[in-house]
Every structure is written in structure tokens, then in C-alpha cells.
């Protein structure tokens, strides 16, 4: 069984940088698993921020921004803002009409 | 402007069966692939199912034999019958469409509590 692997929580301080991880149990997260981003609020529907691992979706500012280090997708926010203060979910395409979600990272900016 | 709304979610018993509805504007489902992706309450996002323009589906294994999509080309409409629920099949509900291998858009939600 695949395990998406992303930090519970992080904290931030504003105007600060930030980067968010998403990993396998088992194995490294390639561009060959199109990982792609989500930034969700309560109450809300996900966001989509970045997808094939580095692509900005339509609208999301260029503080967002995807790529792979080492052996996992990240999601880095530079010069982060109050109401980047949300939950984030990374999703891996493992193969043959299949998904697997991280568990999300909150993060919290103050 | 592309759109989804999902609708037929509810209070059921176990063992109940339910069925969602995804309806699209701005674009046509049956050129699209859609997906369905579930939230239990205070939990992460779960993928469910996926439906290919070319008529392929996928579960994943935590619904399979007991979801079933299907999609209505002339309501511009997805589904997913749901049977055989469980406790553990609560949450909300959203479907999506795909770009590429991604989540694009994604509708509102709704919320299916699966309670005696």
C-alpha cells in the first residue's frame, strides 16, 4: 500500500520562507507521479496551486512554487502572508488510474 | 466559467445506498476526466474514483464493488452510486475535473453521513 508521506504541521514567520515536503513510505517522489498541490481553508474547497510538479495553476501567485528535492516534491512559499495560513495536500498519480493524497501540512504563519 | 456542483448527499443508514450527483457547465464532462474525492470531518483528502473521457473507471481499493460511477452525456452530468455504506464512508463529497494528472476545478462538495 502506498503512503504519501507530508509534515503535520509547520510554522512560518511573516515575509518568511517556507517548504513543504511530500514523500513515499517507500521509494522517491519523481516527476513521473505528476505530484501535484492543493491550499485549502475550512469550510472550503481545495485550491489547486501547482501541478506536474512545477506548474503554477491559472492565478496562483509566483510566491508558490514546485519542484523535487532530493527524494520528494516540495512546495515552497517565499514571502509568506497571513492568509497563506491553510491546509496543504500533495497528491501522487501512482500509476494506472490511481491517486494517493498526503495526509495535508498545516501551516500556521506567525 | 467552468462550474461543478455536486448534490444528493444526505443522512443514511448503514448498509444504505446513495447517489451522487456532479453537474458541469462551462465545459463537457464526456470530453473531460472526472474524478471524485472525499473529506471524512477533520480529515485529509481522500482520492475515490476516477472516470476517463474514454469510458475507463477506477476505485480506489477502500470503495471497490461497492462505488460505481456512471455519467449522463446529455444532463452534462457525472455520478457515483454509492451501496453498501459504512460508518467510515462519512464526509464530503467533491468532485473534480483533470488536467492532465492533476485536480483542476473543484465543486463545493456534499455531505454524505453514514449513521444508524
Known amino acids: 500500500q502506498t503512503v504519501v508521506t507530508q509534515e503535520p504541521s509547520f510554522s512560518v514567520s511573516p515575509g518568511g520562507t517556507v517548504t513543504l515536503t511530500c514523500g513515499l513510505s517507500s521509494g522517491s517522489v519523481s516527476s513521473s507521479y505528476y505530484p501535484s498541490w492543493y491550499q485549502q481553508t475550512p469550510g472550503q474547497p481545495p485550491r489547486t496551486l501547482i501541478y506536474s510538479t512545477n506548474t503554477r495553476s491559472s492565478g496562483v501567485p509566483d510566491r508558490f512554487s514546485g519542484s523535487i528535492l532530493g527524494n520528494k516534491a516540495a512546495l515552497t512559499i517565499t514571502g509568506a502572508q497571513a492568509d497563506d495560513e491553510s491546509d496543504y495536500y500533495c497528491?501522487?498519480?501512482?500509476?494506472?488510474?490511481?491517486?494517493?493524497f498526503g495526509g495535508g501540512t498545516k501551516l500556521t504563519v506567525l | 466559467e467552468v462550474q461543478l456542483v455536486e448534490s444528493g448527499g444526505g443522512l443514511i443508514q448503514p448498509g444504505g445506498s446513495l447517489r451522487l450527483s456532479c453537474a458541469a457547465s462551462g465545459f463537457t464532462v464526456s470530453s473531460n476526466d472526472m474524478s471524485w474525492v472525499r473529506q471524512a470531518p477533520g480529515k485529509g483528502l481522500e482520492w475515490v474514483s476516477v472516470f476517463y473521457s474514454g469510458g475507463s473507471t477506477y476505485y480506489a481499493d477502500s470503495v471497490k464493488g461497492r462505488f460505481t460511477l456512471s455519467r449522463d452525456n446529455s444532463k452534462n452530468t457525472l455520478f457515483l452510486q454509492m451501496n453498501s455504506l459504512r460508518a467510515e464512508d462519512t464526509a464530503v463529497y467533491s468532485c473534480?475535473?483533470?488536467?492532465?494528472?492533476?485536480?483542476?476545478?473543484w465543486g463545493q462538495g456534499t455531505m454524505v453521513t453514514v449513521s444508524s
Open positions: 497528491v501522487l498519480y501512482v500509476g494506472t488510474g490511481i491517486w494517493v
Open positions: 473534480a475535473n483533470l488536467k492532465g494528472r492533476a485536480f483542476d476545478v
